[in-house]
């Protein structure tokens, strides 16, 4: 039966995806939505201790995360599905894992070992510290990341607590990256011809995404403090109690700063000497702030929104999940996809972010069931029915 892909941008490329959980299958997803064909690698049912980590099959998050792939079952401790395991890597084009680094080599699937089969493999890592260095054995998690790379430290009510972002941010941008990583390596092999090994892990990806907050200690000793909803350095830039709940206003820069004194009549605060410039605002936040919420709070939040995006000063609603997706624009980017599946029926899940004018990502198939595939992978690589029936047999697949 013909594969269904999600798009022609990707479909010259084979990746076998041994991720689980989020950072990885986050990586792997970039590539399944735009039409490579991804086959999910998983261990036959009652095998593996850690069965069910990403959580139940016909869950939001499986659903959502393992899209337009193919799945097929393999044991790799033992030598026949390392094997089949082998003939796959010879066919393919990206392997990624995101097993604790210590566990590709005794599977025999570190980027040396793959490299003997196939000189142009390109082999992604993800992993909680990195592959070396004196956090290499430890098990890496999304919060414990947001803790260590002082994601947690900025984020929060100044004086309050450490807080976690409210998604797992770590994790997500740990597979992009690693998704960008693969697709330079991609682009590199056109002139080489040589694959290599890529690497991400959360607790970077977490320092990479304080990209300014970060570089201000690295460039000028500056600790990053909490500032709650507030921005760190341009004010006024916070979320603003109004009549009927809060909206974020997000004023840069003198012109807008004018034109929102003026329209929240409070063309008084121009001539105030401690709102003089940005650098005096961020410095007197609590005062600018007093007086904006009370300004605002005459108001109900949609008179604002529609007022201030007149005057050109940027604005918007804070809205709970349900509220996002009944938001025309979300609606008209087309956030949500709809996909069959065959036993849960017609479900909607998130939609890539990216899109390309030509040819555009899809979600053409559900999550598929475990090894659903197997049969028909294995037949691709030339195994006979005989040699599929013994594999079975020997709980290789």
């Not at 210590?102 to 040396?112: A, F, N, P, S």
């Not at 003026?262 to 600018?288: A, T, W």
Request: hydrophobic share 35%; net charge neutral.
């Amino acid at each position: 039966m013909p594969r269904i892909t999600a798009s022609s941008a990707l479909a010259r490329f084979r990746v076998l995806d041994l991720s689980r959980v989020r950072a990885g299958p986050t990586c792997v997803r970039q590539f399944a939505d735009f039409g490579a064909d991804v086959i999910k690698i998983e261990t036959p049912p009652g095998v593996d201790p850690n069965e069910g980590m990403g959580g139940p099959r016909d869950g939001p998050d499986m659903q959502n995360l393992h899209r337009n792939k193919r799945s097929m079952t393999l044991n790799l401790k033992l030598p026949e599905a390392k094997e089949v395991f082998a003939r796959l890597v010879k066919t393919a084009d990206v392997v990624v894992e995101n097993y604790r680094p210590d566990v590709k080599y005794r599977l025999g699937i570190d980027y040396e070992s793959l490299k003997k089969q196939n000189e142009r493999i390109i082999l992604a890592s993800i992993s909680g510290f990195g592959q070396d260095g004196p956090y290499v054995e430890r098990p890496g998690f999304d919060q414990v990341a947001q803790g260590m790379s002082g994601l947690m430290g900025v984020t929060g009510e100044p004086g309050g607590p450490p807080v976690r972002s409210g998604a797992a941010i770590a994790d997500v941008a740990a597979g992009l990256y690693a998704a960008l990583g693969v697709m330079t390596a991609l682009l590199e092999r056109e002139v080489s011809g040589k694959g290599q090994w890529v690497q991400s892990c959360l607790l970077q990806a977490g320092i990479g995404l304080l990209d300014f907050q970060a570089a201000r200690y690295t460039m000028k000793g500056e600790v990053p403090p909490q500032m709650g909803n507030d921005h760190p350095t341009s004010m006024p830039t916070s979320a603003y109690k109004t009549a009927d709940g809060y909206i974020n206003v997000a004023c840069s820069g003198e012109g807008m700063w004018k034109r929102l004194c003026n329209l929240v009549g409070r063309e008084d605060m121009l001539g105030m000497p401690e709102f003089k410039s940005n650098e005096l605002r961020s410095q007197n936040r609590k005062k600018l702030n007093a007086i904006l919420n009370e300004c605002f709070s005459q108001r109900n939040s949609s008179e604002w929104i529609d007022e201030l995006n007149k005057a050109g000063v940027p604005c918007g609603p804070i809205y709970k999940m349900d509220e996002v997706f009944a938001d025309p624009q979300v609606k008209h980017l087309g956030a949500a996809a709809e996909v069959k599946h065959p036993r849960l029926g017609n479900i909607k899940l998130l939609a890539q972010a990216v899109k390309l004018s030509r040819t555009a990502p899809s979600i053409a198939t559900a999550t598929p069931e475990i090894g659903q595939h197997t049969e028909e992978i294995l037949k691709e690589l030339r195994y006979s029915d005989d040699e599929i029936s013994q594999l079975r047999k020997k709980g290789a697949v």
